[in-house]
């Protein structure tokens, strides 16, 4: 069935390319009230767009930011229920020098689109939404009940989403999520089943000094802040570049040999890795280094200031320091159990003479991952081994995607990012595009995606 769905669509493609130049131009950057605008737009494009292809129940969900917009097809009863996400805000353009077209203006060149959003959401969305308008066409309606939700707030932390999970608790009931977010990381055929979670610190450290002391005058007889800011975040890693923080790196938390033979088949060559970046390995020995990128916690040090850093010279011994601290996580180590790990650690090691404070966010996100036997992963394994004839690698993200992460906790349902765009798309830069054949790749995927998911829910009740 979801082949003549494809047949269909790929007679459309100037079709869904206007669509999608029109939903590009809705300029909903969400981290700037300037733009409110656009984002009213893109939430009036889906509005329409969904009602269009059939679904029932369009509304917008308020969580007191950005609102949602929802829509539903429930005529399959006693079926389970998919969960269609994706987002509608767009990073800002800026820099818009750098754009060699206009950002909000989809423009093709050499076989890709370009524009702002073109990729990151909005193009993967397109392709959720005429996968389902084809199919409610062709079919006449879906092997399961269905709900979409489309957000605008991924940009900036989606902030209010939790609120409107709960809000809306009822609405949103659901077996499982597919996500039109999210890349092949340059792996294909892939299937994302996890990505790292990340929690951040700010740490100040101060002297007993009252105030920034002349160099001087007090030089080579006090403590000073930045010095012993830098010893004690060194302290934070070994020579070789372990995490030295005690617990950090529970046994639970240890890479299985499941997902390190899933990184080996990804077949990284680490020399090209490192070529195009001009990088230099370090880090956890034992590890290869697409290992330590997907199945290893880190801990960076992302900033650090304090003492006079403007032009020209200032002869001070400061007595405060500041660093800004992020940690990537692993399944089997939480956002607070690693927050307090690191604390405990700074506060252990404060040199003597000088108090340490620990700023954390409260919350974070933790690592996300998908076994083997979600239907989720037996499905988008089925299909892409029929569309490619290749067996689809299993890729964890090193990034964080905290939406995954929130459906899971709020909703209590597990999501698969399902999302065709590249590394070549630039995401969140200037010039940021999105390629035609992604488009033609993905009217065959989704499809295939929603009919697999229909028969393996259909085997576990039969």
Partial sequence: MSDRVTDLLSTRMDAIVSRLSDYVACQS??????????????RQFLETRL???????????????????????????????????????????????????????????????????????????TIALESLAGYLEVEGGFPFNLRCLFEGEEEVGAATLPVIFERYRDLLRGDLVLSADGGRNGFWPAINVGCRGVTALEVTLKTSAVRDLHSGRYGGVTRNALHDMTALLASLHDDEGRVSVGGFLPDAALP?????????????????????????????????????????????????????????????????????????????LSPADARKAVVDHLQAHAPEGTTVSVSAESGGAPAYNLGEDSPLVIAADRVLREVTGETPVRVRSGGTSPITATIREKLGIDTLMFGFSLPADGVHAPNESYAIQS????????????????????????
């Fill in 29 to 42: 950057v969400s981290a700037d009230p300037a733009f409110e605008p656009g984002m009213e737009s893109a």
């Fill in 51 to 125: 009602a269009e292809i059939g679904l029932d129940n369009v509304q917008r969900l308020d969580g007191g930011g950005h609102p949602a917009v929802y829509a539903d097809w429930l005529h399959a009863p006693g079926k389970p229920t998919l969960i269609v996400y994706g987002h509608y805000d767009v990073q800002p353009p800026d820099p818009l020098d750098e754009w060699q077209t206009e950002p909000f203006t989809l423009t093709e060149k050499d076989g890709r689109l370009y524009g702002r959003g073109a990729s990151d959401n909005k193009g993967s969305s």
């Fill in 256 to 332: 299985t040999e499941e997902a390190r033979r899933h990184v080996a088949e990804l077949g990284l060559d680490e020399d090209e890795l490192f070529a195009s970046f001009g990088g230099t390995p370090h880090g956890w020995p034992g590890y290869s280094a697409i290992e330590r990128l997907m199945l290893l916690p880190t801990l960076e040090i992302n900033g650090m200031w304090g003492g006079y850093i403007g032009p020209g010279g200032k002869t001070v011994i400061p007595n405060a320091a500041h660093a800004k601290v992020t940690l990537r996580l692993v399944p089997g």
């Fill in 439 to 462: 488009i033609r790749e993905g009217i065959v995927c989704w499809p295939k995606m929603l009919t697999e998911l229909g028969r393996i829910w259909d085997a576990k009740t039969n």
